[in-house]
Structures are given as C-alpha cells and as structure tokens.
C-alpha cells in the first residue's frame, strides 16, 4: 500500500511563504501524475496543481504564479513552494499520486495564513 506522509503546514503571515513537503513511500518514477489539493472549510476539495510525467506542470488559476510544484526523485518526495500566502490560502492541503486507475491520498496538513 502506497503512503503519503504531507508536512510543512502550519500558522503563516499574508504574504509570507510556505514550504509544504510529501514523503511517499515508494519510487514516485513509478506514478504518472503527482499532485497538491486543498480543501478550504464548507467547500469541496480541489486540485491547485499537478505534475505530469516528466516536467509538465498545471496549476489553478488562483495560484498560479505564486505556488510552485517540484519532485526529488532521489528522496521520493512531492513538494509545494507556496509563496505571497493570502487568507483565502487556508485549507488542508492533501498531496496525491496517480497510476493506473489508482488515487493515492496523504492525511493533509493545515495551512492557516492570518490577515
């Protein structure tokens, strides 16, 4: 069974920066997709962004330009760079990976940015 551990969440300042890191348990070569959702309270979860195999990336309209996602091969993790945080920003962010026909899904960690 494949497992997502996400960290980096915590209390952040608007307009401050947030490093949000996803440890999976096994060779992240072997999925096609790998992707950052939040889901923000009373509201659904949704994807802010993705990356495909090899280098493509896609991101949300409300993030792109300030969030960016990365992989290290080497450690097995997913990363999320996220940057000039907003209130609107708060969620449980999930981490997932994708490959055949399977979601694979973290426990979330909770990004707070204060106004």
């Known amino acids: 069974q494949v497992q997502l551990v996400e960290s980096g969440g915590g209390l952040v300042q608007a307009g401050g920066s947030r490093r949000l890191s996803c440890a999976v348990s096994?060779?992240?070569?072997?999925?096609?997709?790998m992707g950052w959702y939040r889901q923000a309270p009373g509201k659904q979860r949704e994807l802010i962004a993705a990356?495909?195999?090899?280098?493509?990336?896609n991101y949300a309209d409300s993030v792109k330009g300030r969030f960016t996602i990365s992989r290290d091969n080497a450690k097995n993790a997913v990363y999320l760079q996220m940057n000039s945080l907003k209130p609107e920003d708060t969620a449980v962010y999930f981490c997932?990976?994708?490959?055949?026909?399977?979601?694979?899904w973290g426990k979330g960690t909770l990004v707070t940015v204060s106004s």
């Open positions: 997932n990976v994708f490959r055949y026909g399977t979601n694979y």
């Open positions: 096994e060779s992240i070569f072997s999925f096609n997709t």
């Open positions: 990356l495909s195999v090899g280098t493509t990336t």
